[in-house]
């Protein structure tokens, strides 16, 4: 083989040489561009991935804290002593019993005070016509006869009667000279008199009381005009 002949082969696997070369290049492009973007995505993920497992972690710290400093505000909170829980039971107890009890000797008062109120009236409406009758008798006494001892006996038990009933409450209703009431007066008859002003009471029939401010019985009256 000549030298030309050398020559033109090393020129031809020169040039192959550099072909495959190139395309050796080219597909190491191809594959570095294919490989890119997932190589990235690669590399970003582990960062992004490591944020929210940092944050959680950050999170459960904070819980972790939390629940120990709770735990030692409740290790360190002054527990409540049995004894003066049952003290305040007891205490409290005690404050609704002496409540109670000062309701129902106030309601066992006012009870009472009811029923002697109604017994006190009610003994009065049955003496009053024992007094009606006393003044009856007295009325019929005769001049001459007043000063005998029988009289003078029945005088003293009619003002006797009269004191005991002032000083029990009961008070005698006026009725003569003045206005009619139809709460102290029961009118049952109506005369006509010029000397006495219109709606004044001319004449009692039978004499009214009243016990503590109430009518236990009205006067019997006779109105003028």
């Known amino acids: 083989m000549n030298s030309e002949d050398q020559k033109k082969e090393e ?42 497992e940092e944050s959680a972690g950050q999170g459960s710290d904070e819980k972790e804290e939390e629940n120990d400093s709770q735990e030692k505000k409740g290790f360190f909170k002054k527990k409540k002593d049995p004894r003066d829980e049952k003290i305040e039971e007891l205490t409290d107890r005690v404050k609704r019993q002496m409540a109670e009890f000062e309701n129902f000797r106030k309601r066992t008062e006012k009870e009472k005070s009811t029923m002697y109120e109604m017994g006190a009236r009610d003994m009065i ?24 001892p029988f009289a003078e006996g029945m005088e003293k ?8 009933m002032e000083d029990a409450g009961v008070k ?43 009518v236990v019985r009205h006067s019997m009256v006779k109105v003028a005009n």
Do not use: C, W
């Open 125 to 148: 409406e049955k003496i009053l016509p024992i007094i009606d009758n006393f003044e009856r008798g007295l009325a019929t006494i005769p001049d001459d006869a007043k000063g005998t």
């Open 11 to 52: 020129q031809q696997t020169a040039e192959q040489k550099d072909v495959q070369q190139d395309a050796a290049g080219e597909v190491k492009e191809e594959k570095s561009e294919a490989k890119g973007p997932e190589t990235q995505a690669e590399e970003k993920d582990p960062k992004d991935s490591a944020q929210p």
């Open 157 to 164: 038990i009619y003002k006797q009667l009269q004191k005991t």
């Open 172 to 214: 005698v209703i006026e009725a003569v000279g003045k206005e009619f009431d139809p709460n102290l007066h029961n009118a049952v008859m109506h005369v006509e008199d010029e000397s006495l002003g219109e709606n004044v009471v001319a004449e009692e029939l039978l004499k009214g009381y009243t016990y503590r401010d109430s």
